[in-house]
């Protein structure tokens, strides 16, 4: 403080420089200045307090004198730790080849050019026939933080007889789109034709593969005319096939493409067929069909797939899609034992990085809860099965693995009217969900709202490295470990 500086102090604090035990004593002149200050002119008189100023000046000369020797290693790891926060510039983006306004790399996708994790939940308008309740479904969906659903089509609901396509009531699409749009949610939308395939095994019943079943449906979803008047095989390209399902497929498309997110929709991507298999290559030139259809009608956004039991379909080859997903249940559908875990899934990372690491890590189903059979335990026991314990341990676990884009099967299950159900379940497919078939909130709901707003409030986190774990190890640990030992020795003793 020069002569010439004022310090402007309100008479609040004249009481409180008096009063401070500090090392500096202030005489001054205190003239009024203006109502409510004071002015402090600068004589000033410095009193030293030995009985601690010496040591502490000491104690700041050894600081100095030895920072060398006690800090270069801790240096040297806050320079590693800062190497490892430094940001890895974009790799370069791709896309469909048909539009840029969805993109993705190896991390996530970018919608209009900005990172987007997909975090997402299952939903069948066919479960819940009242179109004036798909935006109460889809508003809690955005209340516990995610930002997309996926929803299946039903074949043969829409296509109920051959030429018959019926996108009236309840099997609409517009009024889905314009729901998701009011909630502001994304759509991958997943028609099928075929639209699930699972063999099961519930000690009660035994199904071959001659009875798969689409989200648990008769058939699978598809027609039932076409399962009788098709001579050839279904899901192939046998032609009778091709054009059995090719004018539902182009009514799906006609109804969408006003809906993509190239238009301002909520459409982000489509999803070909459903969990199948590359070989034989009948069923690769099937999906190959299907993609030019969606292509040659106008669809610009990304085709996706849904892969079971890291089956590896579709990455490559004949049939590939743009991006690739991994279904994934790890508890399985027996809710008899609630209580009982089975392990967590610990290659999800290693699956990813051998099998498609140009691509962002994606689950188009994982598991959201379970259905019962006939003679099951009932929902109640499927929502302890995979309640908010379940998801605290193997949702994370899926960010740990660096999981990007994800869908909970199901976040709502609803029921399943008249002859929809497949003969192994009965009407209700509550599934033991976040949302239960009444549209109540279950305490997953909450689980999944804390890890939501994590998953909303982080950008960061949309671009990270998987760096290791404790069943593969961590890069550099061991090495600081063995710094800290060796720092300890070279420390001297006093």
Not at 294 to 306: E, F, I, K, M, W
Request: aromatic residues 12%; glycine residues 8%; contains cysteine.
């Amino acid at each position: 403080m020069t002569h010439d500086q004022l310090l402007l102090l309100p008479d609040s604090k004249q009481s409180l420089l008096s009063s401070s035990p500090t090392a500096v004593e202030y005489k001054c002149d205190l003239d009024e200045l203006t109502p409510g200050h004071r002015r402090v002119t600068p004589r000033m008189l410095w009193r030293r307090y030995h009985s601690w100023a010496l040591p502490a000046l000491l104690s700041l000369c050894l600081v100095l004198l030895t920072w060398p020797a006690t800090g270069g290693s801790s240096a040297l790891a806050a320079s590693e730790a800062t190497n490892h926060l430094v940001a890895r510039a974009d790799p370069p983006r791709k896309d469909d080849g048909f539009t840029d306004v969805v993109q993705w790399d190896n991390y996530t996708i970018f919608l209009h050019g900005q990172r987007l994790f997909l975090h997402s939940g299952e939903f069948h308008t066919f479960r819940l026939p009242v179109p004036d309740l798909w935006l109460d479904i889809f508003q809690k969906m955005v209340a516990a933080g995610l930002n997309g659903v996926s929803i299946y089509i039903h074949m043969g609901a829409t296509n109920p007889a051959p030429g018959v396509i019926d996108f009236n009531d309840w099997r609409a699409l517009q009024p889905i789109y314009d729901a998701a749009k009011l909630a502001g949610i994304f759509i991958v939308l997943r028609p099928g034709p075929y639209v699930t395939f699972m063999i099961l095994d519930l000690g009660i019943f035994a199904w071959s593969l001659a009875v798969t079943i689409n989200a648990e449906t008769t058939a699978g979803g598809i027609a039932h005319w076409a399962t009788s008047l098709v001579a050839g095989t279904l899901r192939t390209n046998a032609t009778d096939w091709t054009a059995a399902y090719e004018p539902y497929i182009d009514g799906i498309i006609k109804e969408t493409i006003p809906y993509e997110v190239t238009s301002g929709g909520p459409v982000l991507a489509v999803q070909v067929d459903n969990e199948y298999s590359q070989s034989p290559i009948t069923r690769a030139e099937y999906f190959a069909n299907l993609e030019k259809q969606y292509r040659d009608g106008g669809l610009l956004v990304p085709l996706t797939y849904n892969d079971p039991g890291q089956g590896r379909n579709f990455i490559n080859g004949t049939g590939a899609v743009d991006i690739y997903g991994l279904d994934s249940y790890p508890q399985g559908f027996d809710c008899s034992n609630p209580t009982h875990w089975a392990p967590v899934v610990t290659n999800y990372h290693q699956y990813h990085a051998t099998n498609n690491p140009s691509e962002p890590w994606y689950m188009p189903e994982f598991q959201g809860g379970s259905f019962d059979p006939w003679g099951g335990p009932g929902y109640d026991a499927c929502e302890v099965l995979t309640g908010p314990d379940f998801q605290d341990v193997f949702y994370k676990q899926n960010w740990a693995s660096n999981v990007k884009l994800i869908s909970y099967y199901m976040f709502y299950g609803g029921t399943s009217w008249g002859g929809l159900p497949f003969p192994g379940v009965y009407t209700s497919y509550d599934y033991g969900s976040s949302i239960r078939e009444t549209r109540a909130l279950s305490p997953k709901f909450d689980e999944v709202k804390r890890q939501g707003i994590f998953l909303r409030s982080s950008p960061e986190f949309r671009k990270t490295d998987w760096i290791g774990d404790s069943s593969t190890g961590i890069p550099g640990r061991e090495r600081q470990q063995q710094r800290r030992v060796r720092d300890t020795a070279q420390e001297p003793r006093h």
